[in-house]
């Protein structure tokens, strides 16, 4: 069985065991492409519900449960995991449904990951692959999960963790993460898109695997979100898959997934999906609207910190994903995804901002008449409400510039007295 990096824009061919993430040829980005002949006999549905009753490390990863199908035939030592993915899918509240527009809403939760992030998932693919190629030092740019994610699986392999911020743009916990799990972390003076050139730059000429989406061996983990779900609904394919878009690794992934699973015969027919952008943050959904396959860089703004990305490096591998699934792109104000953020939030699911925007997504779906209110839809929440407390506390207590706390629980303070808290809460 033979896996190898393919070039999406020139064709070219690589032994999968390379050190480079873009194509050495023409600079474009990666495919790992599978052998899906050969594969076609080796994995069933059967293969991987065997695995599910097994304590072996890899079998028990909601990553290399499904190795076949993201990074095969490594030595069983070769492969990192901290035990990711896993994570509930969880039926929506009737009031959660109703605030989404739809009747059957399940959402997944990527924060449940063990750093609280989809991000890990891809973190075990692409510090697996660092290992191979042998590397001792990995760098990346981020918004923050990914640097926690990369700090830990870093840190978990012996490997020196070098993370370049965008100042100002990454919530606390996330950050706090990155300094506690012992990477190098640096704070540059621009926005993600900047310190995203910075790290391609420093990739080319420093000893240091970069381990950005554009990394094709972070997408193949993150490939695992749609597996997993579709195995937990006992390979069912909803009628869509709602995601938020930043620099639609995830949207990439989750493309090339359902292509595999499809060709493949695990799964009989596409489901759609929808890429949700903040407004703030929009280019692919820009692009979208104008119906042309060309990215032009928005300078993004948004509260969802996560996805404030205005040059997403994957764009290509997106809008490819949006030819195989049919798919749509909307976006989603700053309001509109705080709002939605309470909901799930109130819902005891939790999420973080960027999150949110799937379900916020889906109400603006079927407001337009896109998703209709019987569908089956699959929204991915891909971090964890304590990413970002300082989001929680300012809605709540009703402290965001230019936008309202619609759904607002605001704290109480009282004296040390039973007189009091009887005043607040009458019989
Ligand atoms: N949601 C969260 C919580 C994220 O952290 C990100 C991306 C996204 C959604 C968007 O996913 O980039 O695959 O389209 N965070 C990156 C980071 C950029 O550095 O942590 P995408």
Request: one cysteine or more; hydrophobic letters at 40%; aromatic letters at 6%.
């Amino acid at each position: 069985m033979q896996t190898v990096l393919r070039c999406i824009d020139c064709g070219k061919s690589y032994p999968s065991d390379q050190a480079f993430v873009t194509c050495p040829a023409c600079g474009g980005l990666l495919d790992v492409e599978h052998d899906l002949d050969a594969l076609r006999g080796a994995v069933s549905h059967e293969l991987f519900d065997q695995r599910l009753g097994s304590w072996d490390r890899l079998d028990r990863s909601g990553v290399w449960r499904y190795r076949e199908l993201v990074l095969p035939d490594l030595p069983a030592e070769t492969y990192v995991t901290r035990g990711e993915g896993n994570t509930t899918l969880y039926d929506a509240t009737p009031r959660l449904g109703d605030y989404a527009g739809v009747r059957k809403l399940q959402l997944k939760h990527e924060g449940e990951n063990p750093t609280g992030s989809f991000k890990d998932r891809g973190m075990a693919g692409g510090v697996t692959q660092a290992r191979r190629v042998g590397a001792h030092s990995v760098i990346c740019a981020s918004t923050g999960n990914t640097s926690a994610s990369m700090a830990s699986y870093a840190a978990i392999s012996g490997l020196q963790a070098l993370v370049l911020f965008p100042e100002g743009y990454v919530s606390l916990g996330k950050i706090a993460q990155s300094v506690a799990y012992g990477a190098t972390n640096v704070q540059v003076h621009g926005d993600f898109d900047d310190t995203l050139a910075i790290v391609r730059a420093a990739a080319e000429s420093l000893p240091v695997y970069l381990l950005n989406s554009i990394n094709p061996f972070r997408l193949e983990g993150q490939k695992t979100i749609i597996i997993e779900m579709l195995h937990q609904r006992g390979w069912r394919v909803p009628d869509w898959i709602v995601v938020p878009g930043g620099n639609l690794g995830n949207s990439s992934a989750f493309g090339k997934a359902l292509m595999e699973l499809k060709t493949l015969g695990l799964i009989d027919r596409m489901p759609r999906l929808a890429i949700v952008q903040a407004e703030g943050a929009n280019p692919l959904y820009r692009s979208f609207v104008d119906g042309s396959a060309t990215l032009t860089p928005v300078k993004a703004q948004t509260i969802a910190t996560a996805i404030r990305i205005g040059n997403p490096a994957s764009f290509a591998k997106a809008w490819r994903t949006l030819e195989w699934t049919d798919g749509v792109v909307t976006e989603v104000s700053d309001q509109a995804i705080m709002d939605a953020k309470a909901q799930v939030d109130a819902a005891g699911i939790g999420c973080e901002p960027a999150s949110a925007a799937s379900v916020a997504g889906v109400r603006r779906l079927v407001d337009e008449g896109v998703i209709a209110p019987g569908d089956e839809v699959v929204g991915i929440l891909t971090g964890h409400v304590l990413k970002d407390p300082d989001a929680v506390l300012k809605y709540h207590s009703k402290a965001l510039d230019g936008l309202t706390s619609t759904f607002a629980n605001t704290m109480h303070t009282i004296p040390a007295s039973l007189d009091a808290l009887k005043a607040l809460i009458p019989a």
